[in-house]
């Protein structure tokens, strides 16, 4: 039989998606557990820094799968699902193949090493997406060829490496993604637009992302608040993009405590920043073109509204299209 293995790392790329901008600083990973019929043990990712990894993540939800043993199910903690799986695993996984996005992490970090777990635990073929070019975790693989795993690189590398960029970008310099809610048709104003699954999928990424930037006739018509509050977060900093700076300091953006909010007509503060969302419309879309790396768009099943991207000729690459509630969530790339 011959194995598509570009079948089982795509879906791990999917899963990974579903938690892109919000494992920062840590890289959106996924990985899946194939048994040595080719069957799908496991589906899991990362879902956010200092939380297992999606190896860890996957080897729980398949050794639940294999075992039905209950008693996995209560571990939470990277710790614990490791020193668990390496006192019971019996060698349940000798015949299993695992896929992952990104080359298992050979160092101790929030949490212990992966590939030490993978060596461990006797699986026997490995597939990466990509090598982990971060340098403190990277040559995971080559313990792993040591240890006497089969081990392939590059399945599915151009899809993986999309999933990586932004952990890539934030690593060297920044990452900065423009994020807005529309109808089908294009329109962006009036109010609430997005469901509220899809509201608190975005207070997620607030409550990572370090800086927010906004536009100033945002602040004066929305008067947002531009917290985490659906996810009980962090606030970011806010950079309000404004030549005129006149602002009612009474709105609630102002008096969120322990952040900061700048006003200033040109983007050089990102610098001091990591991982940055725009949250804009039309004419912030075409004054950050050029610093932006990726497009979030949440797409709502709903006709309306009045103004929204008009009169804009641009084409995009979609990364990944998910699905939150009712709305469509796309992950792109502009075309140069
Ligand atoms: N559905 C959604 O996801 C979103 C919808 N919106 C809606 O869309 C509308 C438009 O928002 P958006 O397109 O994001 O932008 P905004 O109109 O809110 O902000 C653009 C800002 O850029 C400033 N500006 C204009 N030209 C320049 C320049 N050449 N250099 C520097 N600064 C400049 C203006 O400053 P000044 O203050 O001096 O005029 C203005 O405040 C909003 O009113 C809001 O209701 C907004 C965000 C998200
Ligand atoms: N309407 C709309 C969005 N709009 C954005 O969110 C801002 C309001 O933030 P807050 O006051 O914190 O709730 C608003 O000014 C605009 O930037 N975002 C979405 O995900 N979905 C939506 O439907």
Request: glycine share 6%; net charge neutral; with cysteine.
């Amino acid at each position: 039989m011959v194995t598509d293995h570009s079948f089982y790392m795509n879906l791990a790329v999917e899963e990974a998606w579903k938690y892109q901008g919000l494992t920062y600083p840590n890289p959106a990973v996924g990985c899946t557990l194939r048994g040595e019929h080719g069957e799908i043990l496991a589906v899991e990712a990362h879902h956010k820094a200092g939380e297992p990894h999606a190896e860890v993540n996957a080897l729980k939800s398949a050794y639940y799968k294999l075992t039905q043993n209950k008693e996995i199910l209560q571990l939470f903690t990277s710790e614990q699902i490791h020193t668990f799986l390496l006192k019971n695993h019996n060698n349940i996984f000798k015949n299993c193949s695992l896929y992952s996005t990104l080359e298992p992490c050979s160092h101790v970090g929030k949490t212990p090493s992966c590939a030490n777990l993978i060596a461990q635990l006797g699986i026997k073929n490995l597939y990466i997406g990509v090598e982990d070019s971060n340098e403190t975790a990277a040559n995971g693989n080559a313990l792993l060829v040591q240890s006497g795993l089969h081990v392939r690189l590059h399945v599915s590398k151009e899809k993986c490496e999309d999933l990586l960029f932004p952990f890539q970008k934030f690593l060297k310099e920044r990452f900065v993604f423009f994020k807005w809610a529309q109808r089908l048709n294009g329109t962006t104003d009036g109010g609430i637009i997005s469901s509220e699954a899809s509201r608190k999928n975005v207070h997620a990424m607030r409550n990572v992302c370090d800086l927010l930037v906004i536009g100033g006739n945002t602040v004066r018509c929305d008067r947002p608040t531009l917290d985490a509050r659906l996810v009980n977060g962090k606030a970011p900093d806010i950079l309000i993009l404004s030549r005129q700076k006149e602002f009612d300091r009474s709105i609630p953006l102002f008096q969120v405590p322990n952040r900061k909010v700048i006003i200033e007509s040109d983007f050089s503060l990102l610098k001091n920043y990591k991982n940055i969302m725009i949250e804009g419309s039309a004419k912030m879309y075409e004054l950050s073109r050029d610093i932006v790396d990726y497009y979030l768009c949440y797409l709502a099943p709903a006709f309306g509204g009045e103004e929204g991207f008009k009169n804009i000729e641009d084409k995009f690459e979609i990364l990944n299209a998910g699905k939150e509630a009712e709305d469509i969530i796309l992950w792109m790339k502009r075309r140069i």
